[in-house]
Antibody, heavy 116, light 111 residues
């Protein structure tokens, strides 16, 4: 079955960087767009970024454009989110998602906390 | 792209039915057959309950059903059970550089 396992979250100071990883299995990774969705504490779901099958196209929410970079390695069945210039408001659980026009499968999430 | 509008809360007694609405626009809910519903228990990842407006993944009880009228999608949970108490979110494909949008979320309480 589909499995998505995120890693790389943690505590970082404002202005710092983190790189999230998501290891995928159970499906043909190279055939699907992949994305990241976040959920701030006590808040709703927010789409962050996604990437096309061969990395040709990447999209970003306005709130992270210019600071976050999504990438993927189809040989390693993995997708990544490089997060720079982190802000307190980026604090959230970050979920990796296999996309099929909308999120179709979700990882368990990794917590990113940005605090002075 | 604005969030889809859901009622903040809904409730029902065990065995009753509850219906949650998800209102968007012609550019999302009304424009694509890609509306999904997710159930999220506290501290857990979202789980797909309905996809492509009305389809149910294997393993999801047939007590859960989806529908759409115009720009409003709905999720109905029939025969409410205690384990249905959770937050529910809708999502719709929206096209363009913001590929999909989420609903504001509805907390379902089983009385």
């Amino acid at each position: 079955q589909v499995q998505l396992v995120e890693s790389g979250g943690g505590l970082v100071k404002p202005g710092g960087s983190l790189r999230l990883s998501c290891a995928a299995s159970g499906f043909t990774f190279s055939a699907y767009y992949m994305g990241w969705v976040r959920q701030a504490p006590g808040k709703g779901l927010e789409w962050v970024s996604d990437i096309s099958t061969s990395s040709t196209y990447t999209n970003y929410a306005d709130s992270v454009k210019g600071r976050f970079t999504i990438s993927r390695d189809n040989a390693k069945n993995s997708v990544y989110l490089q997060m720079n210039s982190l802000r307190v408001e980026d604090t959230a659980v970050y979920y990796c998602a296999r996309e099929n026009w909308v999120p179709a499968d979700w990882g368990q999430g990794t917590l990113v906390t940005v605090s002075p | 792209q604005s969030a889809l509008t859901q009622p903040p809360s809904a409730s029902g007694s065990p065995g009753q039915s509850v219906t949650i609405s998800c209102t968007g626009t012609d550019s999302d809910v009304g424009g694509y057959n890609y509306v999904s519903w997710y159930q999220q228990h506290p501290g857990k990842a979202p789980k797909v309950m309905i996809y492509e407006v009305t389809k149910r993944p294997s393993g999801v009880p047939d007590r859960f059903s989806g529908s759409r009228s115009g720009n409003t999608a709905s999720l109905t949970v029939s025969g409410l059970q205690a384990e249905d108490e959770a937050d529910y979110y809708c999502s719709s494909h929206a096209g363009g550089s913001n590929p999909y949008v989420f609903g504001t979320g509805t907390r379902v309480t089983v009385l």
